[in-house]
């Protein structure tokens, strides 16, 4: 019932910043929370950062101070803005999260993931 959209990424110079975006579609459904993760090859995906339906924020500490996550329209849109990029921040980064769900029947709680974005930190 929930589908998201990734825009941005792509390849920036060490010290550089890059914007990520993801927008949640579809109907009977409202965001408890949504996060960013990544995976760099060979390595596990990652909690990069996190935003509740209460504004609450955390982050992974490899990023604390460079990166920022907000939302829009009310928690539908969500973005990852990454300042002072390093090389170690290259990865397949995703959006993720966690829809209620309202069916005639049923409240349930599900989790969503976007498509992946490449982003490259390179000189």
């Known amino acids: 019932q929930v589908q998201l959209v990734e825009y941005g990424g792509g390849l920036v110079l060490p010290g550089g910043s890059l914007k990520l975006s993801c927008g949640a579609s579809?109907?009977?459904?409202?965001?408890?929370?949504m996060d960013w993760y990544r995976q760099a090859p060979g390595k596990e995906r990652e909690l990069v950062a996190r935003?509740?339906?209460?504004?609450?924020?955390n982050y992974a500490d490899s990023v604390k101070g460079r990166f920022v996550i907000t939302t829009d329209n009310g928690m539908n849109i969500v973005h990852l803005q990454m300042n002072s990029l390093r090389p170690e921040d290259t990865a397949v980064y995703y959006c993720?999260?966690?829809?209620?769900?309202?069916?005639?029947?049923?409240?349930?709680?599900?989790?969503?993931w976007g498509q992946g974005s490449q982003v490259t930190v390179s000189s």
């Open positions: 935003i509740t339906q209460d504004g609450i924020t």
């Open positions: 579809g109907s009977g459904f409202s965001i408890n929370a």
């Open positions: 993720h999260a966690n829809a209620r769900i309202w069916t005639w029947d049923a409240v349930r709680d599900e989790d969503y």
